[in-house]
């Protein structure tokens, strides 16, 4: 059976696809998200104090300020009411843009 929602935990700020309702929501916020030919597609930026989130190549956009902790770098997966299938995920870590 498939997923009810799957999300990502990134530094401890949940951002979730809600399969049923077809909305994505992180830090308060929600916005549409409809499936394309059965999948959808999510691009997350973060950086320290901001997260966006990208749907389906810009159909959805939203920004978000977040304060995180800043010792927490984790980074996690999760499906709630079943199974998904993730068919590619890419992570990259970019070096800061100030001197230190």
């Not at 995180?68 to 079943?82: M, V, Y």
């Amino acid at each position: 059976m498939g997923a009810k929602e799957i999300g990502f935990r990134i530094r401890g700020i949940d951002v979730v696809y809600n399969v049923k309702r077809q909305k994505v929501y992180s830090l308060g916020k929600d916005g549409p998200l409809k499936p394309i030919d059965g999948k959808i597609k999510l691009q997350i930026l973060v950086d320290r104090a901001s997260l966006e989130v990208f749907g389906n190549d810009g159909l959805l956009s939203m920004s978000s300020c977040m304060l995180p902790e800043d010792d927490n770098k984790s980074l996690g997966l999760f499906c709630n009411g079943g199974q998904a299938n993730v068919l590619k995920m890419g992570v990259w870590e970019l070096n800061s843009a100030w001197n230190k």
